[in-house]
């Protein structure tokens, strides 16, 4: 699969992300809004990346997956 288009699905999966990546060959994701204390102290991350597609994605996973176990 191409690099254009691994982006825009895991853009398309986690829109509460930007993904991108970088000139060094990195994948990367940034929360768009801040995060709570509550979130912080779950282990969420405002950035995340990793060395392909797959392995970001499975980390979007997780951190969507602290983030809801923290919120009320």
């Known amino acids: 699969m191409s690099f254009d288009r691994h982006l825009a699905e895991i853009a398309r999966e986690y829109p509460e992300w930007t993904i ?8 990367w994701a940034t929360r768009h809004h801040p995060l709570t204390s509550a979130q912080r102290e779950a282990g969420c ?28």
């Open 20 to 27: 991108w990546r970088s000139d060094a060959g990195r994948w």
């Open 45 to 72: 991350a405002m950035t995340i990346d990793a060395d392909e597609p797959e392995g970001l994605r499975e980390q979007l996973h997780e951190q969507e997956e602290r983030a809801k176990s923290a919120d009320p």
